[in-house]
Nanobody, 127 residues
Framework: QVQLVESGGGSVQGGGSLRLSCAAS????????MGWFRQAPGKEREGVAT???????HYADSVKGRFTVSKDNAKNTLYLRMTSLKPEDTAMYYC?????????????????????WGRGTQVTVSS
């Protein structure tokens, strides 16, 4: 079973940067979709970015131009580089993965589109 472990969260001032990591184990499939989601208190979990095994990426409008998702295949680790952070980016950030190819990765936007989840890492941005 795929296991995901996030790290890299923390507290930062507005305008600052952080890089989140998601170490994936047992993700031995040639085709997969991985994503970053976030959930603020009292709000629904929302998609931030997705990374397809073919290298294509997708971003939520709220983070376009500020966040970059990438993957180191040798380390089997997914990253989320976050820059120009805003207080509204404050949330628990989760890594997700899905190995089914029935739905293309580019169309996987909801948390229900992913079957594997990490426990999350907290990001707090102060003004």
């Amino acid at each position: 079973q795929v296991q995901l472990v996030e790290s890299g969260g923390g507290s930062v001032q507005g305008g600052g940067s952080l890089r989140l990591s998601c170490a994936a184990s047992r993700l031995t499939y040639s085709k997969y979709c991985m994503g970053w989601f976030r959930q603020a208190p009292g709000k629904e979990r929302e998609g931030v970015a997705t990374f397809d095994s073919d290298g294509s990426t997708h971003y939520a409008d709220s983070v376009k131009g500020r966040f970059t998702v990438s993957k180191d295949n040798a380390k089997n680790t997914l990253y989320l580089r976050m820059t120009s952070l805003k207080p509204e980016d404050t949330a628990m950030y989760y890594c997700a993965a899905e190995t089914s190819t029935v739905v293309p990765c580019s169309r996987r936007r909801r948390h229900t589109d992913f079957g594997y989840w990490g426990r999350g890492t907290q990001v707090t941005v102060s003004s």
